[in-house]
């Protein structure tokens, strides 16, 4: 299936990787009122599937500049999904450390910028953007200053320049002339084209009269100039559809271009990605060149350049972009302590029907991942896939249910190292086109049933007239009603308020999620508790207690292939605490949180058997472990007790507050709002 394009403003497409690559996605981004955030528990936590805290996008295309003249190295990425954002390095030449300022860039449009490249154009001593996207190329004169960037575009500079849609531009002063010059690379073509600037270092000038083609490396061209081998002399390395580089020395003059291949210098890099779009920059302040791309599943690579600049020796370096989760493309989770120990592990499909599973190696406060998906390499279905994980037989094992774009959901279980299809199960259900099956027991007989979703919407309640050692489903028709949950629905089924009964929350294409409360099997829209949480494109929940502080926070897949992670803050019950001495340790969820500026914390002290009095000790910390309040640091006897904190000295912010007394240790965390 193949879904055309419904608009300029949204292209979708389902086969094809290379075709993914053809059309500009709008995502369409909606920013929330400043009420909004105050007033809802969700905090997003990129950490947790993202360490280095640079997003993961489609076709992503990184370029590093100095663009305030500080002496190391920012980074401008592109890509896709939106316009290209700015990151500053927070660190230093020779450690760099990059942190999102998504503000520099906010009047390039999207569909104008798949990515850009800078240069002082205008003479002014400050870098300007030139852009290549959708609409072509554009110049974005920056009218703020090195420390204060603010970019404005001067239209028409690239009037008389043939491009087409998605150009990838390079500038250098390739002629040596004193001003900036232009290749760029066509997509759906390949072609490397230059056009010299005939106008001067403060006016450019681009004439496709004066245009010359270099090379064809095949149905997309990302050039990249740089004088690697210092003779003075522009070089060009050049990205491509397929693996690897094409690596080009000057061997002629500025005025008589010499390409001579010399790609035998990275021949060992990019063997595995496609779509490289490279970055040649001293991002470790040692005088050497290394080596950045990006790459169509979005994940930038990093080469750090153990030889000379001449003779270079890439080596890759996992610490600075490493640790990112990023599938490919169509993540769709669901949290399950697969290993059985004890702990959430990390289970989804993806866009090319390949099941993808992440062991927690962490434990069940704070998850760590490492990628196992090899376990589920004999499992092979249509593209799209999505998958479902449960006890169906009650055999200890664990089972796998998936759906894929053909609309048949597939039982697979484990035999020795692989997972076949169970035969004659669930062989006779077809749902219309990307099913996405959830198991539940939503009729609390002790059984799994199926919740299975499809591209129209609809939702399918399949209940399970076998028992727990023998599943067998039968269709109930009807069951949801008038729900219906839009484009390719993913539902997940939880008792969300729990009352005792299991509410859905269901995403769709539309970059939406919706919640709906159950109410005697009355699915009521209720969006309020969902408020502050930002979705992507076919938006797949999965909802599990990540931080086992006693909630249930939301764990996003999408189009893009990554995670995002919003951790619950908001106190799902407050229990009131009991007159008479308590058996047990307990320190409750603080009241209200989020806060400003005081909430209240209680906790109870049961009896000592070898004294009366227990020491117990209250602390509140910051992010960092950094002590900022001790509420509590006293004997006490057995009892229930409730302490006030006042926070009006702190800025906004996550803090924990941990209570101690003999071998007891627990902590909780609490928001600061102002």
Known sequence: MFLSILSIAISLIYENTKMQKSIKYLLIICLLPLTSIFSQPWVEESSIFNPSGVPSFSFSQPRFYDLDVDGDFEMILGSIEQNPIYFKNIGNKYNAKFEADPFVFQEVRDLDAEMGVCADMDNDGDLDFVSGGYTGLHYYQNTGNNTDGYFVEIENVFANVVAGENPSPALGDLDGDGDFDL???????GRVKYIPNTGDSTTPQFLEANSSVWFDVGLFAYPVLFDLDGDKLTDLLIGKDGHGFDFYQNTGDSSNFVWTNKSSLFQNVGTDTYWNSPALVDLTGDGRIDLLYGTASGPIKFYKNTGTNAAPIWAENTTLFGGTIDIGGASSPVLF?????GDFDLISGSQMGEIKYFENTGNKSSPAWLE????????????YSSVTVGDIDNDGIPELIIGDLSGNIYAHKKSGTSYPTIPNLLNEFNFGGWSVPRLI???FDNDLDLIVANENGDLAYLENSGTQDSAAWTKIDGFFGSLNGESNCVPYPVDYDSDGDYDLFLGNIWSEMNYYENNDNNFTLNNSVIEGISVGQNATPALAD????GDLDIILGNYGGTFNYYTNMLTVDVKELKSEIPNNFELLQN?????????TIKYSIPNNVKSEITNVKLIVFDILGNEVATLVNEDQIAGN???NFDASNLSSGVYFYKLESGSFVQTKKLMLLK
Request: proline share 7%; hydrophobic share 30%; net charge negative.
């Open 183 to 189: 290749v760029f690379g066509l997509s759906e073509d």
């Open 337 to 341: 302590d697969f290993d059985s120990d």
């Open 372 to 383: 196992k998906s090899s376990i589920f390499s004999s499992i092979d279905h249509s593209i």
């Open 441 to 443: 027991d939503f009729d």
């Open 546 to 549: 990540l931080d086992n502080d």
């Open 591 to 599: 009241y209200p949180n989020p806060f400003n500026p005081s909430t």
């Open 641 to 643: 007790y409730s302490v």
